[in-house]
């Protein structure tokens, strides 16, 4: 039964099957199916134990996509591994273990472990030897490998900024340009998958749909106060126009300090993180964008779109401006 105070995302891969590869010590009954399933009620979310062994489990995981023929797959850690070796569908890899011997050899993994989920097999221990962490060595060594331009574009890398465990963020980057940081660690806790895992998902969707949200600027001016800090229900109101709208960040261009370029970026990231990635325009002249919307303090004249005036007396706080959308619908 679904939480009632959570929200749920109905409209989100509706009809649609996900294929989650939990990580290492884990199972099929990771709370992570659950809340995905919980969170994207129209979606069908599938999983099954991983065994132990890189070499079966990677011709498992194989076979599953092939039967199970999923619109996209989520892997983490030790999945995430494995994930972005299962070419031909589109996948979100969290915190992927590519360097998964080493980070056994170094978490000091090696002994005894008890797996933190059931599995179907009622196992509860395995003893990690110095061999199976060879295998997952020699394993890890098949990852990046014939990566056409095509599988590039269908995978996405979510990395925790503050992982105390796993950093293979330049890794991916190397081969595949969607490298996106969150504030977060490394396990997929439910902060991390509401604010930061969801938006992703959502790009996902609207690309296998061709679907075309209207336009959404929202002016960098509107979103701190001149001592830089977040203004009142700004992160509220990004959270929701993001569920109906494709929202961008406009910043100005200063063309006697490029360096303040790179300072307005990483406001965005550290203050709206994954979501807004990028989604930051620099621009001057924003009246000459083609948008639906313009939120901003600034004169806009010329702007073809809806310009909402913050700050106004029709709009002083965001919290009016998200009654405005919430009564336009999507629209």
């Given at each position: 039964?679904?939480?009632?105070?959570?929200?749920?995302?109905?409209?989100?891969?509706?009809?649609?099957?996900?294929?989650?590869?939990?990580?290492?010590?884990?199972?099929?009954?990771?709370?992570?199916?659950?809340?995905?399933?919980?969170?994207?009620?129209?979606?069908?979310?599938?999983?099954?134990?991983?065994?132990?062994?890189?070499?079966?489990?990677?011709?498992?995981?194989?076979?599953?996509?092939?039967?199970?023929?999923?619109?996209?797959?989520?892997?983490?850690?030790?999945g995430g591994m494995y994930t972005e070796m299962l070419r031909g569908y589109?996948?979100?890899?969290?915190?992927?273990?590519?360097?998964?011997?080493?980070?056994?050899?170094?978490?000091?993994?090696?002994?005894?472990?008890?797996?933190?989920?059931?599995?179907?097999?009622?196992?509860?221990?395995?003893?990690?030897?110095?061999?199976?962490?060879?295998?997952?060595?020699?394993?890890?060594?098949?990852c990046f490998a014939g990566i056409t331009p095509e599988e590039q574009r269908r995978v996405y890398g979510l990395f925790g900024d503050n992982d105390p465990q796993v950093h293979t963020f330049d890794i991916f980057h190397e081969h595949y340009p969607q490298a996106i940081y969150f504030h977060g660690e490394h396990r997929l806790v439910e902060k991390v998958v509401y604010r930061y895992l969801i938006p992703i998902v959502r790009w996902i969707d609207d690309?296998?749909?061709?679907?075309?949200?209207?336009?959404?600027?929202?002016?960098?001016?509107?979103?701190r106060d001149s001592h830089g800090k977040q203004t009142s229900s700004m992160h509220k109101a990004f959270e929701r126009l993001i569920e109906?709208?494709?929202?961008?960040?406009?910043?100005?261009?200063?063309?006697?300090?490029?360096?303040?370029?790179?300072?307005?970026?990483?406001?965005?990231a550290d203050n709206l993180s994954a979501p807004a990635w990028n989604r930051v325009i620099y621009t001057n002249t924003p009246q000459l964008l083609c948008a639906d919307y313009l939120i901003t303090a600034q004169p806009a004249e010329g702007f073809m779109g809806t310009v909402i005036d913050f700050g106004s007396d029709k709009f002083k706080t965001w919290e009016e401006i998200i009654a405005y959308f919430d009564l336009l619908g999507g629209q």
């Amino acid at each position: 039964m679904a939480n009632p105070y959570i929200t749920t995302y109905p409209d989100v891969m509706k009809g649609k099957k996900i294929m989650y590869v939990h990580g290492f010590m884990s199972s099929a009954q990771s709370g992570t199916v659950t809340l995905l399933q919980t969170l994207l009620p129209s979606a069908t979310v599938v999983a099954e134990d991983i065994p132990i062994h890189p070499a079966e489990a990677m011709d498992m995981l194989t076979r599953m996509a092939e039967r199970e023929q999923p619109d996209l797959i989520i892997g983490t850690s030790m999945g995430g591994m494995y994930t972005e070796m299962l070419r031909g569908y589109d996948r979100i890899v969290v915190n992927p273990a590519f360097e998964m011997g080493q980070t056994m050899a170094k978490s000091n993994m090696i002994g005894r472990m008890t797996f933190q989920n059931p599995r179907k097999d009622g196992v509860e221990e395995l003893v990690v030897t110095k061999a199976l962490v060879k295998e997952y060595a020699e394993m890890t060594q098949h990852c990046f490998a014939g990566i056409t331009p095509e599988e590039q574009r269908r995978v996405y890398g979510l990395f925790g900024d503050n992982d105390p465990q796993v950093h293979t963020f330049d890794i991916f980057h190397e081969h595949y340009p969607q490298a996106i940081y969150f504030h977060g660690e490394h396990r997929l806790v439910e902060k991390v998958v509401y604010r930061y895992l969801i938006p992703i998902v959502r790009w996902i969707d609207d690309r296998q749909e061709g679907r075309e949200r209207p336009v959404v600027l929202m002016g960098i001016d509107t979103l701190r106060d001149s001592h830089g800090k977040q203004t009142s229900s700004m992160h509220k109101a990004f959270e929701r126009l993001i569920e109906q709208y494709d929202v961008h960040i406009v910043a100005t261009a200063p063309t006697n300090d490029p360096a303040a370029l790179s300072a307005d970026g990483a406001w965005v990231a550290d203050n709206l993180s994954a979501p807004a990635w990028n989604r930051v325009i620099y621009t001057n002249t924003p009246q000459l964008l083609c948008a639906d919307y313009l939120i901003t303090a600034q004169p806009a004249e010329g702007f073809m779109g809806t310009v909402i005036d913050f700050g106004s007396d029709k709009f002083k706080t965001w919290e009016e401006i998200i009654a405005y959308f919430d009564l336009l619908g999507g629209q």
